[in-house]
């Protein structure tokens, strides 16, 4: 799961996987931009809740879960019904954001872009509400 020497060095160091602290720094960042938006709008801020990998979107609510090499996003809806879900899988030299059949909606090697391609899927196009 690691892309080079440095990312194993920090993960021995610190006890932490480096690709989760990778994944949380780009969940933060695009959910930061995504809550100011929100309040510009005046709409409901999003809640982030860490310990659980949570985070509370007006809607809905997504967690995270790292497996190894693959980053499961489940979504569900406002009485806690599990609506869908998307999977982010480091192959070491690209990532599949697949869907629960394994039909790959992304074959990119910015994780970033997986991300966004997971969330995108998540939110705005799955039919699921």
Same mark, same amino acid.
């Not at 809640?47 to 997504?62: A, G, H, R, T």
């Not at 090499?69 to 019904?81: E, P, V």
């Given at each position: 799961?690691? !892309?080079d020497w440095m990312d194993s060095y920090? =993960?021995?160091v610190t006890g932490k996987s480096y690709i989760e602290t990778?994944? #949380?720094?780009?969940?933060?960042?695009?959910?930061?931009?995504?809550?100011q938006k929100l309040k510009n709008l005046q709409q409901t801020s999003i809640?982030?809740?860490?310990?659980? =990998?949570?985070?509370?979107?007006?809607?809905? =609510?997504? #967690?995270f879960k790292i497996h190894n090499?693959?980053?499961?996003?489940?979504?569900?809806?406002? =009485?806690?019904?599990k609506l869908c879900s998307i999977r982010?899988?480091?192959?070491?030299?690209?990532? !599949?954001?697949k869907l629960p059949d394994d039909k790959i909606l992304l074959e990119t090697?910015?994780?970033?872009?997986?991300?966004?391609?997971?969330?995108?899927?998540l939110l705005v196009e799955n039919k699921n509400k």
């Open positions: 799961m690691f !892309h920090i =993960s021995k990778e994944i #949380t720094e780009i969940l933060i960042e695009i959910f930061s931009i995504l809550d809640q982030f809740v860490p310990n659980e =990998s949570k985070i509370m979107l007006p809607d809905c =609510s997504l #967690t090499a693959a980053l499961d996003i489940y979504k569900f809806d406002q =009485s806690n019904k982010v899988l480091d192959s070491l030299d690209e990532y !599949h954001v090697k910015d994780l970033k872009k997986a991300l966004d391609c997971a969330l995108f899927y």
